[in-house]
């Protein structure tokens, strides 16, 4: 039997309808909508067309986007200077910093700069932290976009054994992260781990995240495990396609549950996004009312 396909694009339209509606709930409680301030820095094609992306979406939902576009020869002051002013703006509920940002620019440190309750990305070290320790904070989008789509999925991940293939900080240990809090056994893999067929072989849940296309093959999958790729690779074909880490046809004969790409993952990090502007704007007002109550007092 093949896999069930797990539509990305389906599951994100509904998430969006869930943000518009608890948008639509904070304008009317506190008289304006949420705001979500990206900051692009030069004229990478992509990036550029994945910010547009992002104010869209954010017009879509009621969000109110602020858009800061900067030259790719900014002084680093200036563009750290900028990221201080947003985090000053009671407009702005969220913070997004696009990256890779040209250099000599430092994208981590000019991240770390974003205040944590608006670091709707969930990539500074303060949130990497309440991460860590479980406590209240906003999680990166894609891992959270994959655990949504988990439970969509219906995959038992209690007493699971989970494989994440990649441990970069984007996307790798915050995955891992979320796995374990759901009481997952989890393993990370990476370039030097050995006999990686085998680790994957016994995992009730791959997660597949390097950028090698087709790299997971139906030999490294067992009969019944859940498969999320999360990989985009563009081949050199005529016309030019995209694959995922993950070789679709062979593995859905295998896996109960497999995402597609495109049309996966992909979608769930901008449904995600949005709905962590909406949290950081919540999170922002819980904070300031005991300051207002004592000065009403």
Request: with cysteine.
């Amino acid at each position: 039997m093949k896999a069930q396909v797990i539509d990305g694009r389906a599951v994100a339209a509904r998430m969006r309808e869930e943000v518009a509606e608890e948008v639509r709930a904070y304008t009317a409680q506190h008289a304006e909508p949420p705001g979500l301030a990206t900051v692009l820095v030069g004229d990478d094609e992509a990036s550029a067309v994945y910010v547009a992306g992002k104010q869209r979406a954010c017009e879509e939902v009621g969000i109110r986007p602020y858009d800061h576009r900067l030259p790719a020869d900014v002084p680093e002051p200036e563009l750290a200077a900028l990221l201080d002013r947003l985090n000053g703006d009671p407009r702005v509920s969220g913070i997004l910093l696009q990256l890779p940002v040209p250099p000599p620019l430092d994208g981590t440190a000019l991240t770390g700069r974003i205040h944590a309750r608006k670091d709707v990305d969930g990539l500074t070290a303060v949130s990497a932290g309440a991460l860590a320790l479980g406590h209240e904070g906003l999680r990166p989008c894609t891992p959270a976009g994959v655990m949504r789509l988990l439970a969509e999925a219906g995959t038992e991940l209690e007493g699971a054994d989970a494989v994440v293939i990649g441990r970069s900080n984007l996307f790798g240990k915050p995955m891992a992260q979320l796995l374990l809090a759901a009481n997952a056994t989890v393993t990370i893999c990476h370039s030097r781990t050995r006999h990686l067929a085998h680790v994957c072989r016994r995992a009730d849940v791959i997660i597949a995240a390097v950028g090698r296309a087709r790299m997971v093959t139906a030999d490294w999958v067992k009969p019944g495990a859940t498969v999320i790729d999360v990989g985009v690779n563009r081949l050199d074909t005529d016309p030019p396609t995209l694959a995922g880490d993950v070789d679709f046809d062979a593995v859905s004969e295998v896996a109960a549950a497999i995402t597609p790409v495109p049309g996966g993952v992909g979608p769930m990090t901008i449904a995600c996004l949005l709905r962590n502007t909406v949290r950081a704007a919540r999170l922002q007002r819980a904070e300031a009312a005991p300051a207002l109550r004592g000065e009403i007092a």
